[in-house]
């Protein structure tokens, strides 16, 4: 019963968040505000971090804390940018990529 009320509870917590970045991402740039629905992405560009994410590969976005890294990201370019992962379950590796730099995948 506990794993089950522990995985409700981070479930709620998930959508709280992502309701919370909707909102400021609508605020400041309501060009991305499509970002926070989508789980998977098209890279538009080959990146230069990860080396199997090639321009029109998917990438989904990843499941996991990334350590500042996205923030760090925006505050030194000034745009912003998302966590991802070259894999479906959103596990590690991730990467950070420009949300430029990424497109809906159908």
């Not at 909102?23 to 990146?47: C, F, G």
């Not at 499941?63 to 479906?88: I, L, Q, W």
């Amino acid at each position: 019963m506990t794993d089950d009320f522990e995985q409700k509870y981070e479930e709620r917590k998930r959508q709280r968040l992502r309701n919370a970045k909707q909102a400021d991402l609508e605020r400041k740039n309501p060009k991305y505000a499509w970002m926070i629905e989508q789980t998977h992405y098209r890279m538009r560009v080959d990146s230069p971090l990860e080396s199997g994410a090639r321009k029109g590969t998917i990438v989904y976005r990843c499941a996991h804390f990334d350590y500042g890294c996205t923030r760090a990201d925006e505050r030194s370019t000034g745009k912003p940018h998302m966590n991802v992962s070259a894999n479906s379950n959103g596990d590690y590796p991730c990467f950070v990529v420009a949300y430029d730099d990424l497109e809906p995948a159908d």
